[in-house]
C-alpha cells in the first residue's frame, strides 16, 4: 500500500497540510478586515459587513422610514443583507483560494479544515 506523499507525487503532504492550517487560520483571521457593502432599493438600504458575514454597519435613507412602508423596508434590509453576505461568501472563497493555489491537491478534493 502506498503512503500519502507516494499519492500526491512525493511532495511533503503532511508538511504542506501543516503549514495550509496555519495560512488558514491567518487567513480567517484576515477575513474579519476585509469589509463588503451590501446595497438594495437603489442605495436607500446599505449594510456593511466582514468577509466573514459579520455586519458591521446598517444605512437606511430617510425616506425610507414611514410607518406605512414598515413591510417594504423590512425587506430592503433583508435584501442589502443577502446582498452583502453574498459579497462576502466571494470575497472570503478568493482569499481562502489564494491559500490552496499552488497545492497538489486532487479535484474533487475537500479540505477538513
Known amino acids: 500500500m502506498k503512503d500519502i506523499n507516494e499519492l500526491f507525487g512525493g511532495a511533503d503532504i503532511m508538511g504542506m497540510v501543516g503549514k495550509l492550517q496555519e495560512d ?4 480567517q483571521a484576515e477575513l474579519e478586515t476585509v469589509e463588503v457593502e451590501g446595497v438594495s432599493g437603489g442605495g436607500l438600504v446599505r449594510i456593511k459587513a ?3 458575514g459579520r455586519i458591521l454597519g446598517l ?6 422610514i414611514v410607518p406605512a412602508d414598515k413591510t417594504m423596508l423590512e425587506d430592503l434590509i433583508v435584501a442589502a443583507y443577502n446582498d452583502a453576505k453574498a459579497k462576502a461568501d466571494e470575497a472570503a472563497g478568493a ?3 489564494k491559500l490552496t493555489s499552488g497545492l497538489p491537491i486532487p479535484p474533487g478534493f475537500k479540505m477538513p479544515f
Open 95 to 97: 482569499h481562502m483560494g
Open 59 to 64: 444605512s437606511i435613507d430617510d425616506s425610507l
Open 50 to 52: 466582514s468577509a466573514k
Open 24 to 27: 488558514m487560520q491567518k487567513a
